[in-house]
């Protein structure tokens, strides 16, 4: 079990000398969490909604972790030792603005005060209940307050804006009671200083973005090809203090002692970074000056936070928090790396798993050779942990060593298949290899189709595919996954393609392509050298093949007729299906491009139905047996057809959270589809309810889970679909024997003689995923692995969520194995 805590924004260090030292973080992924600043482990962490993004954390009082969240609506204090929450307060205000939170030693009335401006209201709020103390509002309409200042010891609060960007304005406030004690307005001169940027950029060209900057009178102009670091001086006039060609981040101001203040630049140097801290009023000198060797996989610098401590010669030492490109965290200390998180891990876009290699000969792959130091090494270990003589050092070495040469964390393929390698792609662009025995990470590579470039202004990671799964008897080669992306958020952006080896995580080819990536289909068919073939589809309903080979072509020839697709549209509530027609009729003649043609299209009515969740069949999901014997020696044919597609609708107005409508107004409607023909199989409605819903389908059966608003109660319900049209030979024999032909083939448009068994359970969590097991031939029963709202795993045999349960089985049913009818299914703690 592995927790972390995503992209860091924000970080406050909490370094006094009493207690453990810690810094406190908020993340892209609206996570807040306290770590370790020996280490980098966690001390506790809150995982926030999606939409409570956090504005401002701080620390008060030494004991209290400050968050502000929701647009600056939400005010916080949690414990800070243990992470527990002590008090949470609402602020509202007259209009959307700026959230700016301010920790200060300001009292009222024996009470220590945070000042909060959120939502064109300022707010002082007391650190040990979170009651509003005073309240002022600022309802002009064009005021953009930019900041919020309490000189130190100082009864005045200083709020300063724009207004209608062309007024200064500056009021000054009563800190003990919210008064307002004066407003002045200046209005911008028109012969005030003015340097064209041009002047300052020279032979810079490009795009120029201005970086703000907390340190006072500095800022820096940003450019493709530099960075310029501007200092304002006397009567407005800009200075060049420095220009640099490498890629560089300023980190805010920290004060470091009475009216002296400092700050970070860190610049990339090859393979080197390098970190200086200058004085804030002297550019030209340097407090410190170090330089730390990076890992390239981590791409470049993109924040960077300092902190300082006193040194036993009592001159300032610092150590820097720094968050790279891809996402990770590291703490420099001292020229060093003290420690690094991988926190790229808590936004994984998509994984697939890949087969580990095969042991030959018994000798593992992973090619661990100890030579005669390092086995002694290891039985004096042993030894002194047998005789009790062992340091913590010692019992932790030892414990790695034993978890090194355990079976389940080797880097082979184990007989049962359990061992594999987990290949997760996350928001950074970033691949890594996961081992699935013990977690640790095999390898991590930096996608270079995935970096931001003059061609690929803004690119994004979509999916992960297998590309290449070579038989077991092919060792001289590796398994390799496809990386699809694209060039900006929008479906007709142009798409990237990465093909990665997936032992070592090198990318040994990658494609920017001249069309866009709606959709990838992934065909049941591979060529030669085993390397599955790919129907990328762009935003015009083009088709284009991958791999680019004479032999794709050839076998996709072949197969023309047979491939089927289809898209659906959220949005408009439109599934439509599509075949090929012929090849792309463009200007440029292209071969592995094929036009598409509408087979078919369901629109569901806007004004009742909205599309909240679709679900299909795994690709390779092996059926072990078409028939299902039941009691009394009868036989049931299961419908099985990997074109099978379940759709769930819930009316407009029920989209929302749960609660925000009455079961009136809300219902749940689940289709089962055929994506070939665009036949309604199944269509059922269930009143009162409403989503999130989850489901997976697998075989015959469909299982979802939805929240019914007249029980006030999550359900599961369960659909298995049948095949009547082989229902005529029942002859049991038959089928033991072989003689009854079950691998006839079947068409979609044969006429669909199916039937339906369903069955509704209450269930007692909320859940955030739903998955079935799966095995090679499709023996072992099924297992429901349902993943709760409090980040556990619960597996559910599928039996529980039989459609033929009734309250008394007949003998016959119990002997099949059906379990007596609850209303609710079972949930059983493992301690």
Not at 236 to 263: M, R
Not at 270 to 285: E, F, M, Q
Request: glycine content about 6%; some cysteine.
């Amino acid at each position: 079990h592995q927790q972390y805590i995503g992209k860091v924004k924000q970080a406050v260090f909490h370094t006094h000398k009493t207690g453990r030292k810690r810094v406190v973080a908020s993340t892209e992924q609206n996570i807040i969490a306290t770590l370790d600043l020996r280490s980098g482990e966690i001390f506790w962490r809150h995982v926030l909604g999606p939409n409570d993004v956090v504005d401002g954390i701080d620390i008060a009082l030494g004991k209290y972790v400050i968050t502000l969240s929701s647009g600056g609506s939400i005010l916080r204090a949690w414990n800070l030792p243990d992470g527990q929450m002590v008090w949470e307060s609402s602020l509202h205000g007259p209009k959307h603005s700026k959230s700016l939170l301010l920790t200060t030693n300001l009292i009222i009335e024996k009470d220590n005060a945070l000042i909060v401006f959120s939502n064109g209201r300022l707010n002082a709020v007391s650190c040990i209940d979170g009651e509003v103390l005073w309240k002022k509002d600022f309802e002009e309409e064009s005021l953009e307050v930019q900041q919020v200042i309490q000189p130190p010891g100082s009864d005045f609060i200083y709020v300063v804006g724009f207004a209608a960007s062309s007024q200064f304005q500056m009021y000054k406030i009563n800190a003990k009671n919210g008064e307002l004690l004066k407003h002045e307005s200046t209005a911008f001169s028109g012969r005030s200083q003015q340097t064209p940027v041009s002047n300052l950029l020279e032979d810079s060209p490009g795009l120029a973005v201005i970086i703000h900057s907390s340190v006072t009178g500095i800022f820096a102009i940003k450019t493709d090809a530099a960075t310029i670091f501007i200092r304002v001086i006397g009567e407005g006039k800009l200075e060049v203090v420095e220009k640099t060609n490498h890629e560089t981040v300023v980190s805010d101001a920290l004060s470091i002692s009475e009216g002296q203040q400092a700050f970070a630049l860190v610049q990339h140097a090859g393979s080197n970074i390098h970190l200086t801290v200058k004085p804030a009023h002297d550019w030209d000198s340097n407090l410190l000056k170090e330089s730390i060797k990076m890992d390239q996989q981590r791409g470049f610098v993109h924040k960077v936070f300092i902190n300082n401590y006193i040194r036993t010669d009592r001159s300032h030492g610092f150590r820097a928090l720094i968050v790279m490109e891809d996402h990770s965290l590291l703490l420099l200390q001292q020229g060093a790396i003290v420690w690094s998180r991988e926190d790229g891990l808590a936004s994984i876009i998509d994984v697939t798993t890949s087969e580990l290699p095969v042991e030959k000969a018994g000798v593992s792959v992973a090619k661990v050779e100890l030579n005669l130091f390092e086995w002694l090494k290891g039985h004096v270990l042993k030894l002194k942990g047998t005789l009790m003589l062992a340091t913590p050092e010692d019992i932790a070495a030892i414990q790695y060593m034993r978890l090194k040469s355990s079976e389940k964390s080797k880097m082979t393929r184990d007989h049962n298949g359990f061992r594999k390698l987990l290949i997760a792609l996350t928001r950074a662009g970033k691949l890594f290899a996961l081992h699935t025995g013990d977690g640790r990470i095999v390898w991590s590579h930096l996608l270079q189709s995935l970096h931001k470039s003059e061609s690929c202004r803004q690119p994004i990671g979509l999916n992960l595919h297998q590309w290449q799964v070579p038989h077991h008897h092919a060792l001289d080669e590796n398994p390799s996954v496809l990386v699809v992306g694209r060039c900006g958020p929008s479906s007709d952006a142009l798409g990237v393609l990465s093909l990665v080896d997936s032992y070592t995580g090198k990318e040994f080819s990658s494609l920017r392509l001249v069309h866009s990536v709606a959709q990838v289909i992934p065909l049941p068919y591979t060529d030669s050298t085993e390397q599955r073939l790919h129907l990328l589809i762009d935003a015009d309903k083009h088709a284009h093949l991958y791999p680019k080979t004479h032999e794709a072509i050839d076998i996709f020839q072949s197969e023309f007729s047979n491939v089927y697709w289809y898209s659906v549209d959220d949005d408009n509530g439109i599934i439509k299906g599509y075949a090929l027609k012929t090849k792309c009729s463009g200007n440029v003649a292209d071969e592995f491009c094929f036009d598409s043609r509408e087979l078919w299209s369901i629109v569901l009515p806007s004004e009742s139905e909205k599309i909240i969740t679709t679900a299909t069949r795994k690709l390779n999901e092996a059926v072990h047996t078409q028939a299902k014997l039941i009691a009394d020696q009868d036989v049931m044919y299961k419908y099985i057809s990997s074109n099978l597609l379940f759709v769930a609708t819930v009316a407009p107005k029920a989209s929302g959270e749960i609660g925000s409508v009455t079961p009136e107004e809300s219902w749940l409607v689940v289709y089962l589809i055929d994506t070939v023909t665009g036949r309604v199989l199944h269509r059922m409605t269930h009143h009162g309810s409403q989503g999130p819903v989850q489901a997976v389908l697998s075989e015959n059966w469909v299982v979802y889970h939805y929240f019914n608003l007249r029980a006030h109660r999550y359900e599961m319900s369960v659909i298995e679909i049948y095949d009547q049209s082989r229902a005529d030979n029942k002859d049991v024999w038959k089928l033991v024997v072989g003689n009854h032909n079950l691998t006839s083939p079947v068409s979609s448009y044969s006429r669909a003689e199916v039937i339906t068994k369903s069955q509704s359970y209450f269930f007692t969590h909320s859940l955030k995923a739903i998955a079935v097991t799966l095995t090679v031939k499709g023996i072992t029963s099924k297992q429901l692995l349902i993943g709760t709202i409090g980040d556990q795993v619960l597996a559910l045999d599928k039996r529980f969520l039989d459609p033929r349960r009734s309250v008394n089985p007949t003998q016959a049913e119990r002997e099949e194995g059906i379990i007596p009818l609850t209303d609710s299914l079972p949930i059983i703690p493992q301690v």
